[in-house]
């Protein structure tokens, strides 16, 4: 487990943007569970986390179309919920960064650290843009 000072700021960089920092499995369970669409990024303290995803993530809310709910879990920090938001993502295998698109509580969209890892933050907002084009 992370220091939660360590992590902060990086919880922070996505909730500032509008994104609900979750710490438990109920409450994963419970925004799962809402109609509509839900974007859960699975945070983290490594690199590509930092230079990808969450301003990949941020960037694809410049966006017509977005998800109803802006969730995110921290990986190595908020292991319940963590947990529960990769029980939902299965068969997808744990990794993180990761970001899930739900519908109605259905997984329709997953990027896996190895399609957020070596891409550019504009690469994966696109990615996700197009997701909520479809889906949202």
């Known amino acids: 487990?992370?220091?939660?000072?360590?992590?902060?700021?990086?919880k922070d960089e996505l909730t500032s943007f509008g994104f609900e920092d979750i710490?438990?499995?109920?409450?994963?369970?419970?925004?799962?569970k809402k109609e509509g669409t839900a974007l859960v990024v699975v945070n983290s303290?490594?690199?590509c986390a930092a230079r990808n995803?969450?301003?990949?993530?941020?960037?694809?809310?410049?966006?017509?179309k977005k998800p109803d709910h802006l969730v995110t879990v921290f990986a190595g920090v908020d292991k319940e919920a963590v947990n529960e938001a990769r029980?939902?993502?299965?068969?997808?295998?744990?990794?993180?960064?990761?970001?899930?698109l739900f519908k109605d509580g259905e997984l329709v969209h997953m990027l896996e650290r190895h399609h957020i890892e070596g891409r550019p933050a504009e690469?994966?907002?696109?990615?996700?843009?197009?997701a909520y084009n479809e889906f949202c």
């Open 53 to 64: 995803a969450r301003p990949g993530a941020k960037m694809s809310l410049d966006n017509a």
């Open 23 to 32: 710490q438990t499995a109920a409450k994963v369970a419970d925004i799962l």
């Open 1 to 10: 487990m992370y220091p939660p000072e360590l992590v902060q700021p990086m």
């Open 45 to 47: 303290v490594c690199g």
């Open 87 to 100: 029980n939902h993502m299965m068969p997808f295998p744990a990794s993180s960064p990761s970001m899930a």
């Open 123 to 130: 690469m994966i907002a696109e990615n996700l843009k197009d």
